[in-house]
């Protein structure tokens, strides 16, 4: 079944540790993204993607790296957690082509940072 | 520049009751529109999407979306609620042109249900 999906869930995490957050899709997509969103509030976009070796940020400034060595892969990393890193972030995918192709959302890993 | 708003933070319906959740957006050129749903520890579903045409838009589980140009709305919209829908709603715009990567998210509104 085609899919989005992320992991942890969930990750509890002391400062300084450095952490990367997994995100893969079975639907062929090119675009991908990452987003980060507080509890509750909405989503800012952190970095993004239009294929292999493409990578991007958004437009939240984000301490984090991204990389895209397989279309299907999209991992994120802290290279050194801080508690200001505490909140959500959602992968998304999309397909290439045109702008008004809808996102299709991983469930997310909720971060906390010690 | 971009933008999205949804002006109530917190919608209460009854169920059976009709339901709307407000959201006008702000955008150079024309829009693409978007409302997605998201339920608890969960990602966001897309429920439904504005390109061109049709200025009312169905689209999954009942819901609707009416897209109003004069006003720049794009309002969500069920004739009957029903309990799961409790959920948190967004809205987004993205700008038609070349180069406009971004979905611009509104901050969400809690639409609550009420048997």
């Known amino acids: 079944e085609a899919d989005i999906y992320q992991t942890p869930r969930y990750l509890v995490i002391g400062t300084g540790k450095k952490i990367t957050l997994e995100c893969s899709q079975t639907m062929g997509h090119d675009k991908m993204y990452w987003y980060q969103q507080d509890p509750g509030m909405e989503l800012h976009l952190i970095h993004y993607s239009y294929g292999v070796n493409s990578t991007e940020k958004g437009d939240l400034s984000s301490e984090s790296t991204v990389s895209r060595i397989r279309t299907e892969h999209f991992p994120l990393t802290l290279e050194s957690a801080r508690p200001s890193h505490t909140s959500q972030y959602l992968c998304?995918?999309?397909?290439?082509?045109?702008?008004?192709?809808?996102?299709?959302f991983g469930p997310g890993t909720r971060l906390t940072v010690l | 520049a971009q933008s999205v708003a949804q002006p109530e933070d917190q919608v209460n319906v009854a169920e059976g009751n009709p339901l709307t959740v407000k959201c006008t957006y702000s955008v150079s050129g024309n829009p693409y529109l978007f409302w997605y749903v998201q339920y608890p520890n969960r990602g966001l579903q897309f429920l439904l999407k504005y390109i061109t045409g049709d200025n009312l838009v169905k689209g999954s589980y009942g819901f609707e979306a009416e897209f109003n140009k004069s006003q720049t709305s794009f309002h969500l919209k069920k004739p009957s609620a029903l309990v799961s829908d409790s959920a948190l709603y967004f809205c987004a715009v993205r700008a038609y042109q070349t180069g406009a990567n971004n979905l611009f998210f509104g901050t969400g509104t809690r639409l609550t249900v009420i048997p």
């Open positions: 998304a995918s999309s397909e290439m082509g045109a702008s008004y192709n809808e996102q299709f």
